[in-house]
């Protein structure tokens, strides 16, 4: 079984940083891709940013040269560090990992969800 903790979150003020962390743990597993989604009040869930296993990052228009995201494979960790927050980044942040157990069993696992609240 594989478990997402994640940690961070909190309320800051515009234009300050904030640093996710999202740890998988478990056995007899392998990690492809890790992420970050989030969900407002009223909206849809929706990706924030993702890393590759070989690290090649991707990022949504709304975050790009904010926020940067990096994983530690060794301690199968993803972060995401958040610059120059603002407001409309207020949301329930949620890590995700696609998990493989075997070459054909592959999984989205999810972590239990962290708050950002960007406000002064």
């Known amino acids: 079984q594989v478990q997402l903790v994640e940690s961070g979150g909190g309320l800051v003020q515009p234009g300050g940083s904030l640093r996710l962390s999202c740890a998988a743990s478990g056995s007899g597993f392998s990690i492809n891709a890790m992420g970050w989604f989030r969900q407002a009040p009223g909206k849809q869930r929706e990706l924030v940013a993702r890393?590759?296993?070989?690290?090649?990052?991707y990022y949504s228009d709304s975050v790009k040269d904010r926020f940067t995201i990096s994983r530690d494979n060794t301690k199968n960790t993803v972060y995401l560090q958040m610059n120059s927050l603002k407001p409309e980044d207020t949301a329930v942040y949620y890590c995700?990992?696609?998990?493989?157990?075997?070459?054909?069993?592959?999984?989205?696992?999810w972590g239990q969800g962290t708050q950002v609240t960007v406000s002064s």
């Open positions: 890393v590759t296993n070989s690290g090649r990052p």
């Open positions: 995700n990992a696609v998990i493989a157990t075997t070459s054909i069993n592959v999984f989205n696992s």
